[in-house]
């Protein structure tokens, strides 16, 4: 007897559909027809009913697309009717389920590792998993832009939505995006756990971080330097999905 599909199963199988249909749609070859019949989706038994279009991030869009005979749900709306957060980096590629995950690259455009963000009562956690670094201590902070093209500088400057100076010693500090140093082990590995304290990943929030992006520097941060704390070159960073 085969076991019944559980919510993650459904769930990713329509984060599959989802996902073959970002690639197909601005496809000009393709038929991809918007349905205009509102989506009946049921959770657990119960109806959960929206309008034929839903708000794709400013967006009017349809709830869903017919490819072949097949009907595909964009991720968003599927985030909406299930109740899950979901994550989408469109240069990346990446999904990421419940917390939103960056994908760390340096200068070259090489994949470095991940950092894995979670909300917490007392700010935004942030799980960091990275190798091919130089060892020792790096500046380590939330800018206020993505990355675009794998071009550091398009961060642009440090997330700053209070208009702090910058720094954990500066007493006129701190930035919302200011974390304590990375550290770096001999072998170019970096396995740790930092918090921004007065950071979010609801959406709307002022101090949200979602849509910006996470830079590591060459140096140390000496955490009182207005306005980066004299930690160097941009040497790895990725954006934060939303």
Request: charged share 15%; hydrophobic share 35%; proline share 6%.
């Amino acid at each position: 007897m085969k076991k019944p599909l559980g919510k993650k199963h459904l769930l990713f199988s329509f984060l599959g559909g989802a996902i073959f249909f970002s690639g197909i749609s601005y496809a000009a070859d393709l038929q991809v027809t918007p349905n205009t019949e509102p989506l009946n989706f049921y959770m657990d038994g119960e109806a959960r009913k929206t309008a034929a279009t839903f708000d794709n991030h400013g967006t009017i869009v349809p709830q869903s697309f017919v490819y072949n005979g097949t009907t595909y749900v964009p991720i968003r709306h599927m985030s909406e009717l299930m109740g899950h957060a979901i994550y989408w980096d469109g240069p990346t590629s990446t999904i990421s389920v419940g917390s939103p995950v960056v994908q760390v690259k340096d200068s070259q455009g090489k994949s470095i590792g991940t950092i894995t963000l979670t909300q917490q009562d007392d700010g935004v956690l942030a799980r960091i998993n990275v190798s091919n670094l130089p060892p020792g201590k790096h500046g380590f902070h939330v800018h206020q832009s993505p990355i675009s093209g794998n071009d550091f500088a398009t961060a642009g400057s440090h997330f700053n939505p209070t208009g702090q100076e910058h720094g954990h010693l500066n007493p006129n500090g701190v930035h919302v995006g200011d974390f304590q140093n990375l550290e770096v082990a001999a072998d170019g590995t970096a396995r740790a756990e930092l918090k921004l304290e007065e950071a979010s990943l609801t959406k709307g929030d002022p101090h949200s971080i979602l849509g910006t992006s996470l830079i590591i520097h060459a140096n140390e941060d000496d955490q009182k330097t207005d306005p980066s704390g004299n930690s160097g070159d941009r040497i790895a960073g990725g954006n934060i999905p939303q």
